[in-house]
């Protein structure tokens, strides 16, 4: 299990968060959701080692996160950045690679192979695997680092729990491969591993999560389950806008959508 306690930031002598309690567990997708500037990618930075709280602490499978060596944490836990660039003339299949680093020694293995070609099927670009990834648009190049980040964590920890972390996973992404993305997400969290990702759209969070989290000002102003956040009046406040909850068959909770009508 990740957990976070009494974490606090502040940049520039602006609070960006303060006294945020949050858990990652095994087998658990958790979204972070909340307005512009609720400090969702901020958090999302501090759980993933990326950054170090001003406050507060961070523990990894029951250790301080900040005692990992580099190339441990890399093989316990993987960060898909809202927007990654490359200006190398890299084929796809060797940028996912990229994600096996942490595993390697000396140079690729047959397995860093096999788990590189296995991360770009399961997001639909076997047929680009030797295409240059400069050449792909923007959707595609997403594909690709989220490829990369699944191949790095594709090495069972033997009794340890392995992290996903995802800051906006459907950027650019067509509604077909927004639902690819979630598909594999719920597949990753169901193989054991904690997910933690930074969503905007409120209700594809909360049919592809098992906890929600909300952020607003920097504070965790709701948290619960998919259900207990629908269900919430303090949502309008929020969000600042009136919403209408409206059922779908098929779907697990009532969808939100804006009520023009207020």
Not at 2 to 16: C, H, V, W
Not at 48 to 65: K, R
Not at 162 to 189: C, G, K, W
Request: aromatic share 4%.
């Amino acid at each position: 299990m990740l957990e976070a306690r009494n974490i606090s930031l502040s940049l520039g002598g602006r609070q960006i968060l303060a006294e945020v309690d949050l858990r990652l567990e095994p087998g658990l997708v958790t979204s972070i959701m909340g307005p512009n500037g609720a400090g969702k990618t901020s958090l999302l930075r501090i759980l993933s080692g990326e950054w170090t709280a001003s406050e507060g602490s961070v523990t990894l499978n029951g250790q301080p996160l900040a005692q990992f060596p580099v190339r441990r944490l890399g093989q316990l836990r993987a960060y898909l950045h809202q927007e990654s660039s490359l200006s190398f003339a890299f084929t796809v299949l060797e940028v996912v690679l990229l994600g096996r680093s942490p595993h390697m020694r000396g140079g690729e293995r047959p397995e860093d192979y096999e788990a590189a070609r296995k991360a770009v099927r399961q997001v639909d670009l076997e047929d680009r695997e030797n295409d240059l990834y400069t050449s792909l648009s923007g959707g595609e190049k997403q594909r690709v680092h989220l490829a990369r980040v699944l191949a790095q964590l594709d090495e069972p920890a033997i009794g340890e729990a392995r992290y996903l972390f995802l800051d906006e996973p459907t950027n650019n992404l067509d509604l077909s491969h927004q639902r690819t993305i979630y598909r594999i997400v719920r597949e990753m969290a169901g193989a054991g591993l904690a997910v933690g990702m930074v969503v905007h759209d409120l209700n594809q969070a909360i049919q592809a999560s098992d906890r929600v989290v909300i952020l607003n000002l920097g504070r965790i102003a709701l948290a619960g389950t998919p259900e207990e956040i629908v269900a919430s009046p303090e949502l309008e406040g929020i969000f600042g806008v009136p919403l209408r909850r409206v059922e779908i068959p098929g779907a697990r909770c009532p969808y939100l959508v804006i009520d023009a009508g207020n």
